[in-house]
Every structure is written in structure tokens, then in C-alpha cells.
């Protein structure tokens, strides 16, 4: 074996290791990265505090945290309303529930141009035969939302007008505020016809 390099083993022998002391510098260098790291761990960290890492779990869960306005404040209000007081019998999907409760969605009730009808529907009840979407009810629905304030009536009709594919525009607490007003207080269910009867 030819061997022409001055450090080859052949030659020279087993390299050794030698112990010298660690350069100044590395110290140093390793205290100013210590120091440095802890004053990031300082400013950056929370320092672990559950406020600032459990809220953020997960995605949604931070997207709750969001201060929401107009619109999307309306809906995310009318979608816990719905959830909380209809969607029992209607289905969180709005879909309705075989023997327990007509489709929202789709529901011609719900969809109409104006929101006069439909708001008398949770805020006097509704009794008898009633179409919906081509299907025959015969049934009777309590005024579940007599009791629920102006405001979140009108953000769960607005829900429900506006989620499961329906595009109706949205009501507001002064239209139900002046609906309620105009019942006089009564909260007779109505029948299918006599919700016919109404303006729109
Ligand atoms: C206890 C079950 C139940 C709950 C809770 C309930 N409903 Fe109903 N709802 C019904 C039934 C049953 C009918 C059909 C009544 C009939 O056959 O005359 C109906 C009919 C309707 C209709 C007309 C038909 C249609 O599907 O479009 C609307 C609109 C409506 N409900 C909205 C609501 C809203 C809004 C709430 C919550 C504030 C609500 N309901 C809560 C049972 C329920």
C-alpha cells in the first residue's frame, strides 16, 4: 500500500487524543447563549401559564376567542340559540326529525321573502296540517321562542334563514320587537291558514 500523506496512519502511528483545556471563547459564547435563551424564555414564554397556552388548544377553540362583529357575531348567537331551544326537534342540520319535526331546511316558511309568518311560528306556536317543502305535517309546535328576548329570536331566525344552503336575509330585534307588539300579547298557535292569512 503506498502511503504518501505525512498524517496517514502507517507512518505516523494511532492518532491520539489529547486533553487541553476548553477555549475561553466557547465559555463565553455558551454564557452569552444561556443568557440570551433565558431572556427570549423571559419575554416570549407566558411562562407556561395555562391562559395563555389552554385557550389556544386548538384551532377553534381560538377561533371562539375572536371578537366577532355584525354578522358573524348574529349567527354565532343564533346558531347556540337554535342548538339550545330548536335543534332538539329540527335537527342541528336543520333537516327535521321523521314524526318529531318538519325541515327547516329548504322550508318555504322559513325561506319567504319576509320573516312576518315565520316569526309568528316560534312566538305563538303552530297547530295542525301544514305543508312544508312538499310533505303533509299534522302536528302542533308550542311558541318555544315567546320566552327568548327580542334579540335572540331575531338572531335565530336570522340563522335559520341563513345556514343548510337557505339565503333569506336576516331579522333584527326592532322587527321582532314590532311583530311581538302587533300580537298583542296573544300566543294561540295559529293554524297553517290563519299564518297564511298574514302578510308575509
Ligand atoms: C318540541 C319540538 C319542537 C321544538 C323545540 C321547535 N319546534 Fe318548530 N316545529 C315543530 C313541529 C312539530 C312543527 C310542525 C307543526 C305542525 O305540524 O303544525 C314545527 C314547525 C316549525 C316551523 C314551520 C314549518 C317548517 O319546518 O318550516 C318553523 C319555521 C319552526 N317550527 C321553527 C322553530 C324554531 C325557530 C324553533 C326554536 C325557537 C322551533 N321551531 C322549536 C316542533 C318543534
Not at 385557550?55 to 358573524?72: D, F, H, I, T, V
Not at 318555504?108 to 312544508?132: C, D, M, S, T, Y
Not at 327568548?148 to 338572531?155: E, K, Q, Y
Not at 307588539?181 to 296573544?186: D, F, N
Request: hydrophobic share 40%; glycine share 12%; net charge neutral.
Amino acid at each position: 500500500m503506498s502511503c504518501e500523506n505525512s498524517s496517514c496512519s502507517a507512518s505516523n502511528g494511532e492518532p491520539t487524543a489529547t486533553r487541553s483545556a476548553a477555549p475561553m471563547w466557547i465559555i463565553v459564547a455558551a454564557l452569552v447563549i444561556l443568557f440570551v435563551g433565558g431572556y427570549y424564555f423571559d419575554q416570549h414564554s407566558g411562562w407556561f401559564d395555562p391562559k395563555v397556552y389552554a385557550p389556544y388548544a386548538s384551532g377553534e377553540k381560538l377561533s371562539a376567542y375572536q371578537p366577532q362583529s355584525g354578522e358573524a357575531a348574529a349567527l354565532a348567537k343564533g346558531k347556540a340559540v337554535y342548538e339550545s331551544v330548536c335543534g332538539i326537534c329540527h335537527g342541528s342540520d336543520g333537516l327535521g326529525k321523521p314524526g318529531q319535526a318538519p325541515a327547516l331546511a329548504g322550508s318555504e316558511w322559513v325561506v319567504a321573502k319576509g320573516f312576518n309568518r315565520l316569526a309568528h311560528i316560534p312566538l305563538a306556536g303552530v297547530n295542525g296540517p301544514i305543508q312544508v317543502a312538499g310533505k303533509d305535517w299534522n302536528m302542533a309546535m308550542a311558541a318555544m321562542g315567546a320566552a327568548l328576548p327580542d334579540d335572540s329570536l331575531a338572531a335565530v331566525l336570522t340563522y335559520i334563514r341563513g345556514s343548510w344552503g337557505n339565503k333569506a336575509s336576516a331579522v333584527s330585534a326592532d322587527d321582532i320587537k314590532k311583530i311581538r307588539a302587533s300580537m298583542g300579547g296573544a300566543s294561540v298557535p295559529c293554524s297553517c291558514d290563519q299564518l297564511k292569512a298574514m302578510p308575509e
